[in-house]
């Protein structure tokens, strides 16, 4: 099997969100890495991006969904996602993903070790649920998200 080219985007070492000395690498790739945790649906417009409320405290970001370990590189779950968000199940590009390294888990860290990624996948469809429009410019009240240095480098095909 041949290797994917993969191009580091963006590092954060001593990252916040992980577990003491894990960092986050965000890439870019064709294809999905192993294992996929969370999978993200990027619909852009012009110089926007597709939100809606996160569940777990309303604040606007790309649709989402967990991967259960039955599905390792997510294609069941961003298919899923899709179908939810734009009607459709086709037409999603892999774009890259969020890779948390974690070489020492800690009691509570509830993603695979030493990593785990958070895929964004992108599609030319329209949503067909409700949502909102969010800019994805330099001042973007998207860009602490971790995905965010994923925008300039994700093409819609």
């Not at 996929?36 to 809606?52: H, I, K, S, T, Y």
């Not at 800690?106 to 992108?122: E, L, R, S």
Request: charged fraction near 25%; aromatic fraction near 8%.
């Amino acid at each position: 099997m041949i290797a994917d080219d993969e191009t580091l985007i963006h590092v954060t070492p001593d990252a916040a969100w992980l577990p003491r000395h894990g960092r986050a690498e965000v890439i870019r790739r064709s294809t999905p890495p192993r294992p996929m945790c969370v999978v993200r649906l990027f619909l852009r417009q012009g110089d926007q991006a597709f939100c809606v409320p996160r569940d777990e405290n309303s604040r606007l970001d790309l649709p989402m969904r967990h991967v259960g370990v039955d599905d390792p590189s997510g294609m069941l779950a961003i298919a899923d996602l899709a179908e939810r968000v734009t009607g459709r199940r086709s037409q999603l590009t892999f774009s890259g993903a969020v890779r948390n390294i974690v070489e020492s888990p800690q009691d509570g860290y509830p993603w695979p070790t030493p990593c785990a990624y958070f895929g964004v996948w992108t599609s030319k469809a329209t949503p067909v649920v409700e949502g909102t429009w969010v800019s994805i410019g330099d001042e973007s009240p998207l860009r602490d998200r971790h995905w965010f240095p994923l925008a300039g480098h994700v093409r819609i095909r």
